[in-house]
């Protein structure tokens, strides 16, 4: 049975609150999916159809073709399952492969232990058939095997990404406090901004949302920037497959008449690394840096575009008391300089967000890591109309 052409169930993963968002792109992509939840989609398909989603998916973290389901009380029957299957057809050889897991089971409180009874399984299994042991390791370079077990409900997945999806690969320098790929695509999803009219974002750091704004409104894929996959290390590769869709992904790039993103911070050093990773994604001649306190961005007047600033938010950078009167500022920026805009601030605390002293439209909700978060939408108008 050749995987990549057989359907089966396909997870993909994303973090909590960017399932909406996922779910939105692999419908675009031309897929039927099952079933959305927390944390990612269900849907059918092949490894092939698994190639398509790796190269082309922004929001999602792991791209996972199902290979076995059944009931397991403790990490024995995880082994003999395990064991059972036939990784001969699966792993090329000598063989090199890792193992990851989402465990949730009353008999393990450690998950490594059952990632070790898989390898183990694994290991054995292809000891007993080729007679040599494949190299096993935590690198997710070669074939990843996952294992999904709660309470009694066991299944082995296929890892056709191998490093999280949700990094895009472009981005060389992070800075601090950095703002995950996945997470800056979806943020930006959420908004009303229509990929044509100007994107402002003072605050830039490192850069990530300024520039996932260019490569959403022309259409540049996360494809472009990585070379290696787990799928290819899974027996019935077709390279042709890959390389017919990564070439698809250079002939869906579109050019914008006109299109304005502009990116500001008061550390020099910031926009220096913001050029280099914009440097790194090919889309340094669409961004316009500047350094500047974030009051003085640039914000094109008569036009109806968005102004999106991620500040710090006391968590982990910057102290409260002084960002009460960061806040201030912004609010006051918005409605002397953003009027006709949309304005998002991306932040982790509330409290610090009454600050900005206007009415939020809309708080929509994410996670940054393991902070709670919200998208504050302001509808800033223009004359005399209050806002």
């Not at 044509?196 to 259409?219: H, K, R």
């Not at 008569?302 to 409260?320: A, F, S």
């Amino acid at each position: 049975m050749n995987l990549f052409t057989t359907p089966s169930t396909i997870i993909i993963t994303c973090h909590k609150r960017i399932a909406p968002y996922l779910e939105k792109e692999v419908v675009e992509l031309g897929f039927t999916i099952e079933e959305t939840f927390i944390t990612g989609v269900k849907l059918k398909g092949t490894i092939n159809d698994c190639i398509k989603l790796n190269l082309n998916l922004r929001c999602a973290s792991q791209v996972l073709y199902s290979l076995k389901q059944f009931t397991a009380i403790d990490a024995n029957d995880i082994y003999n399952h395990a064991k059972d299957y036939p990784w001969e057809n699966i792993l090329t050889e000598p063989g090199y492969f890792s193992v990851t897991s989402n465990v949730n089971n009353p008999t393990i409180n450690n998950s490594m232990f059952a990632n070790l009874r898989v390898k183990d399984a694994v290991v054995d299994r292809l000891r007993d058939k080729r007679g040599t042991r494949p190299a096993t390791g935590s690198d997710l370079t070669g074939t990843v095997i996952h294992l999904f077990w709660k309470n009694e409900e066991a299944e082995i997945f296929i890892d056709t990404s191998g490093d999280s999806l949700a990094r895009h690969g472009y981005r060389k320098i992070p800075g601090l406090a950095p703002m995950l790929e996945g997470l800056a695509a979806a943020t930006i999803y959420a908004t009303n901004w229509n990929r044509q009219s100007p994107f402002i974002n003072p605050m830039c750091g490192s850069g990530t949302l300024a520039i996932e704004a260019v490569l959403i409104a022309t259409n540049r894929r996360p494809g472009l920037f990585r070379t290696n996959y787990a799928f290819m290390h899974v027996q019935g590769y077709d390279e042709a497959v890959y390389l017919k869709e990564d070439a698809l992904l250079e002939e869906q790039i579109t050019d914008v008449a006109g299109l304005k993103i502009i990116a500001a911070d008061y550390n020099p050093k910031a926009i220096e690394n913001a050029t280099k990773n914009a440097i790194a994604a090919g889309v340094q001649r669409l961004i316009d840096f500047s350094v500047c306190d974030f009051a003085e961005t640039n914000v094109p007047p008569g036009e109806n575009g968005i102004m999106m600033i991620n500040p710090e938010y006391g968590e982990r950078l910057g102290d409260v008391v002084k960002l009460e009167e960061t806040y201030k500022r912004i609010g006051d920026f918005m409605k002397q300089k953003c009027g006709g805009y949309y304005g998002y601030i991306f932040t982790g605390n509330m409290e610090l967000a009454k600050k900005i002293g206007l009415k939020a439209k809309r708080r929509i909700e994410f996670y940054n890591s393991t902070i709670d978060c919200r998208l504050l939408e302001y509808e800033l108008y223009e004359g005399s109309r209050r806002v």
